[in-house]
């Protein structure tokens, strides 16, 4: 079989596609075969439309004859510098060519291509490269790297090998050349070709398809070279998968529409294959042999679902054995885990103390209780099991009194009595004032949630049946009035929103990936703030809710971010615990993560959810002593994405699809010229478009905003100039439903006016005492004031103006204290501007112009650093000190000499210093922060020494933007120190990496 190139053109060259004609031939055979039943093949997509054969399309061509000469892309990190341009083709006139320049090693190109298979589905990969000379390039070969983003290769990783210290990449690593002398008249001035085969097609890479970046270049130290002509050839053979459509979550969720979908049916898989796995999994975890099964009988009325990892029996357990039979529609399993919940773990008014009311979370498998205490998540899920058994099967007598059962438990959630029925400090299920979860409802663990805990699809059902009870006049006993009814159905949808609100919050903007344990305010806190085995859940949760209400159209972005990183990682083989940013800490491919992933695709509209389905039909279920977590994800797993997990409502329930809006975000420039209406699209889904609210002010119909033909709106710009600059959330109120809010960026691109320098030193010794002078670029406004704070210079004494300069007068500024004093310069219109002076004051006899107090690295060339231990180097570049450490985990720093003249430490408040992390982990470490021994002394190691600032924990991803710190001094002794002193900066045991500062001073 003739086999198609795929070419990155720098040349013109055209694109190629060949199509074999026994494999379009056979294609149309198989087409006709299917006539009766398209969908067999998938030769068809599931809405009928017909389809041609998949036939082998080329990528997208990176065509740098469209380029202008001296474009330029980005470099792999590393030392020296590196160029890398779009030139002219010194050999072929009128064409173009990439052109790399670099002086150190680590440097290569990074270019973005599209592939449109996966990497494993490629043969080899050829380009032309032309030498233009260098050192140090005899017997070196060209190396090629491929990754899902261009940061994976911003370090000094390029051309180490896996065993190397700087393996940051060398998984990545597609394949290398045989080594040549590219300074040999060979290959110098020349075009020659290199072939990379067989390609490398591991697991980190094997699946990158799409848009990638490949890092490709000649690992030396110095060298000039272009390349040009880079091609990927298809292995012989090679037939395209059938093109699958993108997935289409609904706009209108299942409770409403009752149309739950199947995402196994939806991607080809027969009634009769998934009708068998659901049952066989069903099975083995509730009927099978003992390496499966999870449930065990008691007596003739009684079970539990064994935690076989530790062998006891867990609310979480119980809770969701019983979910999945009333999914399952087995009453009899159910009511025999209800009792056994009910007769061993619930505790009860008398003996519950503040645990009164809840079930507790640990008991052996004779029932005796381990832990009293209650975890949310088995209330949660207890609560809408007995809702669902309710609404299906009808309520029985005493405990099998389901929906009875269910309201006292959302009764007991919200209220506790400290003193009377309750002791010990008792705390409600959920934070009475921001509405969420808490991790458990008592001690200290109550100031803080289980991301995983969240679970709003299932806090609107409370709220549906606890108002429909209170429509009816139904009280269960639990409630003294329908207005305490009705108030605490409120709560449970104000849970629904703060819930929905906290998702964006505690998961990573970049991976999706969310934490054990969170504050309130998403951040990671306590003893778990990496994603492990509780965060599985989160996706689950999330897809879930998106799929029941299509309330949230962020829970699409999620599904889809999640999806990426994983599918980044490899979709059949990442590992199960990952730091937020993404750093593997697990390698096994968890079942039950797995099934959490998949479930993402319920709310997912790119291709790649399919590969996350294909990976959960194809994965077993884990079986042994630890198969009862990931028995019980993966079951529930297979309910959800089989259509099979069904929010069962009381009789007669209607619910009314919630209209929505597009687009949710939006943005709008206030400069004069750029300002434009922002239209929205609505679906009304039956209801009609009541307000649009700002906060609690009600936009004008008509002046505001319009509408047209009732599904287009229109937000005026007149309104939208008027908005502050920030973020301005507009709410779309309807007749029924949920609201959808509208989050507009309001920005002004109109230039500001600027000041040049925008710092400056002062130094108070009365001969070194100078004006500061500041240039203005007004750009068409008017210079107001200066401020220090909120309060306003004088002009004419404190400063003086002439034309566009300002000038700082010594006056004012000999009376500032040491440290940084800020001025603000006031325009009529734009942002204002600011300059940081540094006040210091040299000690008599010492040389002026020295370090002082503090360090700006962004106008440093030079600079003077001592070590404390060993393994590290500092150097300035780029404007940053960039410190590398070469050793593994230890307690290492750099010292660096201030100069307090006649101030004291005392005269200061504290430490300020701007960072980022490079490369290596930086997650959560301690910051040691000391001065030396004795005033301008030594070190002898850290923590032997006094402590400038107390040790503080900092959170460092790789990032390319700095993170602002600033600690106060500790007290002691050493703030009677002045003149010249020296202070240490380092990490308390952190292995090999790179982090670099900006500033650091002493304010």
Request: aromatic fraction near 12%; charged fraction near 15%; proline fraction near 4%.
């Amino acid at each position: 079989m003739k086999r198609e190139q795929r070419i990155i053109s720098f040349d013109g060259l055209k694109k190629r596609v060949s199509i074999n004609t026994l494999l379009f031939s056979l294609l149309i055979f198989f087409l006709i075969l299917s006539c009766e039943n398209p969908f067999v093949t998938g030769i068809l997509p599931k809405d009928g439309t017909p389809q041609v054969p998949p036939v082998i399309i080329n990528f997208d061509i990176i065509d740098f004859e469209d380029d202008s000469i001296g474009k330029t892309y980005s470099s792999t990190g590393g030392n020296g510098s590196a160029t890398v341009a779009v030139v002219a083709d010194p050999i072929n006139e009128g064409q173009k060519s990439l052109k790399i320049n670099i002086t150190d090693y680590n440097r290569a190109a990074i270019i973005p291509i599209n592939l449109p298979y996966a990497l494993q589905n490629y043969q080899s990969f050829s380009f032309r490269i032309n030498s233009l000379g260098g050192t140090d390039i005899t017997d070196k070969s060209v190396m090629v790297y491929a990754a899902s983003s261009e940061s994976a290769f911003l370090a000094h990783g390029f051309g180490n090998p896996a065993d190397s210290q700087y393996a940051q990449f060398a998984g990545n690593l597609v394949g290398q050349t045989a080594s040549v002398d590219f300074s040999s008249s060979t290959y110098t001035n020349k075009w020659t070709t290199f072939t990379i085969t067989p390609l490398n097609s591991g697991e980190k890479i094997s699946n990158l398809k799409g848009d990638i970046y490949i890092a490709i270049g000649i690992n030396c130290k110095n060298a000039n070279y272009l390349i040009d002509d880079l091609t990927f050839t298809l292995k012989d053979n090679f037939v395209p998968p059938s093109p699958q459509s993108k997935p289409r979550p609904p706009s209108t969720g299942a409770v409403a529409s009752k149309n739950y979908r199947n995402m196994f049916k939806e991607m080809g898989k027969t009634d009769a294959e998934i009708n068998a796995k659901v049952q066989d999994t069903w099975n083995k975890l509730f009927t099978g042999s003992e390496t499966n099964r999870i449930y065990y009988p008691v007596g003739s009325d009684m079970a539990y679902i064994l935690d076989s990892g530790n062998n006891d029996v867990r609310s979480e357990g119980m809770s969701y054995g019983m979910m999945m039979c009333v999914q399952m529609d087995d009453q009899d399993k159910f009511d025999r885990l209800w009792k056994w919940a009910k007769t061993y773990m619930y505790n009860s008014d008398k003996s519950g103390k503040n645990q009164r009311g809840y079930f507790a979370w640990q008991c052996g498998t004779d029932g005796s209780k381990k832990d009293a205490g209650a975890a949310p998540d088995g209330e949660f899920y207890f609560v809408t099991s007995l809702l669902f058994a309710s609404a299906r099967w009808g309520d029985g007598e005493g405990i099998f009194e389901y929906r009875k059962h269910a309201m006292q438990l959302l009764y007991d959630m919200l209220h506790r009595f400290p003193g009377a029925q309750d002791d010990y400090e008792a705390r409600s299920m959920f934070n009475p004032t921001n509405y969420m979860p808490v991790f458990v409802p008592y001690g200290q663990s109550h100031l803080h949630t289980d991301p995983s805990y969240h679970l709003p699809a299932f806090y609107e059902v409370w709220a549906i049946e606890m108002e429909k009870d209170a429509n009816n006049n139904k009280l269960h006993g639990v409630w003294n009035s329908v207005a305490d009814l009705r108030t605490d159905a409120a709560f449970y949808r104000n849970a629904v929103k703060a819930s929905r609100d906290f998702f964006p919050k505690a998961t990573n903007p970049t991976t999706g990936l969310g934490p054990d344990y969170a504050a309130f305010d998403g951040s990671p806190t306590g003893s778990q703030q990496n994603f492990e085995y509780d965060a599985w859940r989160i996706a689950m949760n999330i897809a879930v809710d998106y799929a029941w209400w299509a309330a949230d159209p962020w829970q699409i972005t999620f599904a889809n971010r999640i999806q990426s990183f994983f599918q980044s990682k490899g979709v059949s083989s990442y590992g199960n615990r990952w730091s937020l940013s993404g750093n593997q800490l697990g390698a096994d491919h968890s079942p039950g993560l797995v099934a959490g992933n998949a479930v993402a695709s319920l709310a997912a509209t790119h291709e790649r959810a399919w590969e996350f389905l294909d990976d959960f039909w194809n994965i077993s279920m884990t079986s042994g002593q630890y198969r009862y977590y990931d028995g019980c994800l993966y079951m529930m797993g297979l309910l959800h994405v089989t259509g099979n997990f069904k929010a069962y409502l009381s009789g007669n329930t209607v619910i009314i699809p919630s209209s929505s809006i597009s687009p949710t975000t939006a943005t709008f420039d206030k400069k004069t010229g750029a300002q434009a209406d922002i239209p929205v699209t609505m679906t009304l889904n039956g209801n009609t478009l009541t307000r649009i609210q700002n906060g609690g002010t009600n936009l004008t119909s008509g002046t505001d905003y319009t509408v047209s033909g009732n599904t287009l709106v229109t937000l005026k710009s007149l309104y939208l100039a008027a908005q502050p600059i920030g973020t301005t959330t507009l709410t779309f109120v309807f007749s029924a439903g949920s609201n959808r809010t509208l989050t507009i960026t309001i920005d002004d691109t109109t230039p500001s006016a600027g000041i040049s320098p925008t710092t400056a030193i002062f130094d108070k010794r009365s001969d070194l005492q100078a004006d500061i002078t500041v240039t203005m670029t007004l750009n068409g406004y008017n210079f107001t004031r200066v401020q220090n704070g909120t309060t306003n210079l004088t002009s004419g004494t404190d400063y003086t103006v002439s034309g566009t300069t300002v000038t700082l007068k010594i006056s004012y500024l000999a009376a500032q204290n040491i440290g940084i004093t800020t001025l603000t310069f006031v325009f009529s219109g734009g942002s204002n501007k600011e300059i940081a002076i540094t006040i210091r004051e040299t000690a008599p006899g010492a040389t002026p112009g020295g370090n002082g107090t503090s360090f700006d690295f962004t106008t440093m060339t030079d600079v003077t650093v001592e070590y404390l231990g060993t393994g590290l180097t500092a150097t300035i570049n780029n404007g940053a000190l960039s410190v590398e450490k070469t050793t593994g985990h230890s307690t290492v720093g750099i010292v660096l000499t201030f100069d307090l003249g006649a101030q004291t430490l005392n005269n200061f408040t504290g430490v300020r210093y701007e960072i980022r992390a490079v490369s290596g982990d930086f997650s959560y470490k301690n910051v040691i922060i000391e001065v030396s021994n004795t005033a301008g002394g030594t070190f002898n190691a850290f923590n032997n020494n006094t402590k400038l600032v107390p040790t503080h924990q900092i959170n460092l991803n790789i990032s390319t933007t700095y993170t602002p710190f600033e600690r106060s001094f500790a007290t002691g002794a050493h703030l009677s120190r002045s003149g010249e002193i020296k202070i240490a900066f380092g990490f308390d045991n952190v292995p090999a990496g790179t982090y670099e500062i900006r500033k650091i001073e002493l304010y």
